[in-house]
């Protein structure tokens, strides 16, 4: 099972592109519900900002909520509370496409049989976002992560400071054939 920790990125697209980023973190919360009932997600925590009224939103999902004056903060704060072992990082503003859940099942499972095998790193796996331009289309891997399935010792070791430079740390073996689809 996983812990979940769905995160605000200091500079986010939602926010530039003049969308309430509240409206994106609910809908990608919503996107975890079957997630959460199939049996994938064992808890969900919200990592962000002060000042973005985060704690009502937690209170009404019944979410954890950890607050920072920057993505280094509420990033390392919620690795560092997480339940599991195993933890998965998604970008607010994002949702996981359908298969994801059956996806990442097959992921843990083997990634479970396998054991610990050397850094960690094939224990762990990228979801990317859905190709949104030209290149991401013509390729795949151009486009961003999305999220990250990750051991929680493996994120810790790492330098938190954003998303983006723990994905490159982590270096996931791994990268799932379900995206990520923009919302909100």
Do not use: Y
Not at 42 to 60: K, W
Not at 91 to 115: C, H, M, T
């Amino acid at each position: 099972m996983l812990s979940t920790i769905v995160f605000m990125e200091s500079q986010t697209e939602t926010t530039r592109q003049g969308r309430d980023p509240l409206e994106a973190l609910v809908r990608t919360l919503a996107s975890l519900v079957r997630a959460n009932v199939e049996g994938l997600v064992r808890d969900v925590a919200i990592a962000g900002p002060f000042g973005l009224d985060l704690a009502t939103v937690a209170d009404h999902a019944g979410c954890g909520l950890f607050e920072a004056k920057n993505e280094a903060g509420w990033l390392r704060l919620a690795i560092e509370a997480a339940r599991g072992p195993e933890v998965f990082l998604l970008r607010s503003g994002r949702a996981p496409d359908a298969g994801f859940i059956e996806e990442a099942g097959d992921f843990l499972a083997s990634a479970s049989r396998a054991g610990l095998s050397g850094d960690g790193r094939s224990r762990a796996a990228r979801m990317t976002c859905a190709p949104e331009n030209f290149v991401e289309r013509l390729f795949p891997r151009a486009a961003p992560a999305a999220g990250l399935i990750a051991p929680r010792a493996l994120l810790l070791a790492g330098p938190v400071k954003e998303f983006a430079g723990l994905a490159r740390f982590v270096r996931p073996e791994t990268t799932l054939r379900t995206n990520a689809r923009r919302i909100g």
